[in-house]
């Protein structure tokens, strides 16, 4: 799986959009883009995942590049329940997720 | 529909003992997958398994060992427990194998060694 570089962590404030970035410039062509996100003491929560075109559920929209080295998640109306760690992860494996470090998002009122 | 459920929830164990957790998948979810997560870290693969037959692992000892049920549940097996087996250990399930199968979490197991 590529090496993704996500910042250590962000603010965003409750009500705004929360853009979160990701790097993945070694992304191959099969790897599809996967967003976790982790609330303290639970387990990781499927967000997202893509491709190459932009996706959107109800819970976030992912943008790619259009060279696919780079993707953000986007959380519309960020609350104070989305204060998480949040991971991106490019896959290529059939069976395993490679988590890194991930962004620690706190959504402050 | 029922998420991924673990169990137990928590646990307490010493030095040298062995311990079973237990996962049970999404209904209709035949793939398990097995991570192990340390405090301050991201979670990190040990198994997975896709009708009954183990597909990948991870960078773990042999003290660890899985295995998958005609019912697609799982168990997950250490031996010989060390003070750095504590942490939090997850289940995900997911329909099948694939890299295009998003794998769902349950909310693990934390298991202590004392």
């Known amino acids: 799986d590529a090496k993704t570089t996500q910042p250590p962590s962000m603010d965003c404030a409750e009500g705004r959009a929360a853009n979160l970035p990701c790097n993945h410039s070694?992304?191959?062509?099969?790897?599809?883009v996967y967003w976790y996100r982790q609330i303290h003491s639970q387990g990781p929560q499927y967000i997202i995942h893509g491709l190459k075109n932009n996706e959107t559920n109800e819970m976030a929209s992912l943008i790619i590049t259009e060279d696919r080295k780079s993707s953000t998640l986007i959380l519309p109306h960020a609350t104070l329940r989305d204060t998480a760690v949040y991971y991106c992860i490019a896959r290529s494996n059939d069976y395993k997720l490679s988590f890194g470090a991930g962004t620690t998002v706190t959504v402050r009122a | 529909d029922a998420g991924v459920t673990q169990s137990p929830t928590h646990l307490i164990k010493t030095r040298g003992q062995h311990v079973t957790l237990r996962c049970s998948p999404i209904s209709g979810h035949k793939s398990v997958s097995w991570y192990q997560q340390v405090l301050g870290q991201g979670p990190q693969f040990i198994f997975q398994y896709y009708e009954k037959e183990e597909r990948g692992r991870g960078n773990f000892p042999d003290r660890f060992s899985a295995r998958q049920f005609p019912n697609y549940s799982s168990e997950l097996n250490v031996n010989a427990l060390l003070l750095g087996d504590s942490a939090l250990y997850l289940c995900?399930?997911?329909?099948?194998?694939?890299?295009?199968?998003?794998?769902?979490f349950g909310d693990g197991t934390r298991l202590s060694i004392l």
């Open positions: 070694t992304i191959s062509g099969n790897e599809y």
């Open positions: 995900a399930s997911s329909r099948r194998g694939g890299s295009n199968q998003p794998q769902h």
